[in-house]
């Protein structure tokens, strides 16, 4: 499937639980990545699974995805940073 060109710097992914949220920006960001475009993919889901199918540990600070150059991804814990001054 060939991804609609865009304009945008952001791209988000939004929808009820299971409806393919991680799969679908996982491969976007593999696609755009491939391209030559520098990627982050964020999770700010309290329950991400996104390090189990990346297979990679993921903490809060951009971890790079070995194989996919230019594809890096972090979880953001949404209620710690709401609590930041």
Same mark, same amino acid.
């Given at each position: 499937?060939?991804?609609?060109?865009?304009?945008?710097?952001?791209?988000?992914?939004?929808?009820?639980?299971? &409806?393919?949220?991680?799969? %679908?920006?996982?491969?976007?960001?593999?696609?755009?990545? *491939? @391209? !030559? =475009?520098?990627? +982050?993919?964020?999770?700010?889901?309290?329950?991400?699974?996104?390090?189990? &199918?990346?297979?990679?540990? %993921?903490?809060?600070?951009?971890?790079?995805?070995?194989? *996919? @150059? !230019? =594809?890096?991804? +972090?979880?953001?814990?949404?209620?710690?940073?709401?609590?930041?001054?």
């Amino acid at each position: 499937m060939t991804l609609p060109p865009t304009r945008t710097r952001y791209l988000f992914f939004t929808g009820k639980g299971g &409806v393919g949220k991680t799969s %679908l920006s996982c491969a976007t960001g593999l696609d755009f990545s *491939a @391209a !030559g =475009l520098k990627v +982050l993919i964020v999770s700010t889901d309290p329950a991400s699974n996104l390090d189990e &199918v990346l297979g990679i540990g %993921l903490g809060q600070t951009p971890t790079a995805v070995p194989g *996919a @150059a !230019g =594809l890096f991804a +972090l979880n953001i814990d949404p209620e710690a940073a709401a609590r930041l001054p």
